[in-house]
């Protein structure tokens, strides 16, 4: 029997999501060790003293449901961004709720705005609830929010602006996104996906929970897996217009976020000098990629990420592969329409150095 006409008829046309490579496969492919990853936007710091010791303090209680309305980890958030406890939304990584609000708010005969070059996961969950597409196309591998005005009309139901963008990593400023969202009609749900701020200079961060203040129809997702450190742990959230937030709540799984999660994270939210070391480690790092890129002719798009894109005006798949035998995994973004390009995350500066040695290799140019 067949079974793919069964399926919900967006999923039909899905593939599935392709995660970084990770470093034990790579070493089961080719036999090799000493391998680094630059291909998740992961933390290259590791997970913080501080969340390890909250992860042990919870051992304990591994035999017991975490808390599923995560009460303490509610107080922490709210505490340290000024926000009311009943305005958050706690996911499975924010992953979780990009999934959740689109469950909430959109079916079959509305649509989705999201932009061309933007986090794949928007595509993904619009195919998989039937809703109807409106991929924007990009501006300078960026948002065009005058398209997205645009693209308005009375089928809409929710708009997703990730900024930075992955995996561009173009940003928007909070003039831009406070002008567009004054046009935006308040029935239309628009979500800020936020995963990457963190790595933003605070001087030029947009002051997003300042902008909900402004307009309830803004909801903001953020995620604690990439300056925070808890990739592993699946730990995200989001902050919006209560009654927002309620809708959403009615729709996520109960013991979505498990106990050692929501125990490192309210250990993490208070380590603002962990937080502090991976940022400026990323703003001085992502200097040396695109001194690295500008000495070799490279083109690459300016990036407020933890994560840099490079176009090698070929088919970077050879490049890609070529990597692995030298042992550095990074990210081909073909899937997004962007076969030329390689998305390298930015390391430790040891890390790095093996990228930029491996490339000037691997592409046979003059070590700079």
Not at 23 to 43: P, Q, T, V
Request: charged residues 20%; hydrophobic residues 40%; aromatic residues 10%.
């Amino acid at each position: 029997m067949k079974f793919l006409p069964l399926a919900n008829q967006g999923v039909q046309s899905l593939s599935p999501y392709q995660a970084g490579k990770p470093i034990e496969e790579l070493e089961r492919e080719l036999g090799i060790s000493n391998i680094i990853k630059l291909a998740s936007n992961e933390n290259p710091f590791g997970l913080p003293e501080s969340a390890k010791q909250a992860i042990i303090n919870q051992l304990d209680e591994l035999t017991r449901y975490p808390d599923s309305n995560g009460f303490a980890l509610k107080q922490s958030i709210a505490e340290k961004f000024t926000v009311q406890p009943e305005q958050i939304t706690l996911a499975n990584g924010s992953n979780d709720f990009i999934e959740l609000v689109a469950h909430t708010f959109a079916s079959e005969q509305d649509e989705i705005i999201y932009s061309q070059y933007a986090f794949i996961v928007y595509p993904l969950i619009t195919k998989a609830i039937n809703a109807v597409a409106r991929e924007i196309p990009a501006k300078n591998w960026g948002h065009d929010l005058d398209g997205f005005l645009a693209a308005i009309n009375e089928k809409t139901k929710l708009i997703y602006i990730a900024n930075p963008n992955n995996p561009t990593g173009n940003f928007l400023t909070e003039s831009e996104i406070d002008d567009f969202l004054r046009q935006v009609p308040e029935r239309i749900i628009v979500v800020l996906d936020e995963a990457y701020t963190e790595f933003t200079a605070e001087k030029e961060r947009v002051d997003s929970f300042g902008l909900l203040k402004k307009y309830p129809n803004l909801v903001i997702s953020r995620t604690l897996s990439k300056a925070y450190g808890l990739a592993g742990l699946r730990i995200g959230y989001a902050v919006s217009n209560p009654e927002i937030a309620d809708l959403v709540n009615r729709v996520r799984q109960p013991f979505n976020v498990n106990s050692l999660a929501q125990a490192a994270a309210i250990a993490v939210l208070k380590d603002d000098a962990f937080v502090q070391k991976v940022a400026e480690n990323n703003r001085t790092e992502m200097q040396r990629y695109e001194t690295f890129c500008q000495q070799h002719g490279l083109d690459y798009i300016p990036s407020k990420g933890n994560f840099i894109t490079i176009d090698f005006k070929q088919p970077a798949v050879s490049i890609y592969q070529a990597l692995l035998h030298e042992g550095v995994i990074v990210r081909p973004i073909a899937g997004y329409g962007m076969p030329n390009h390689l998305r390298v995350s930015v390391g430790l500066p040891e890390e790095n150095q093996r990228f930029f040695t491996a490339v000037e290799k691997v592409l046979q140019i003059t070590p700079y």
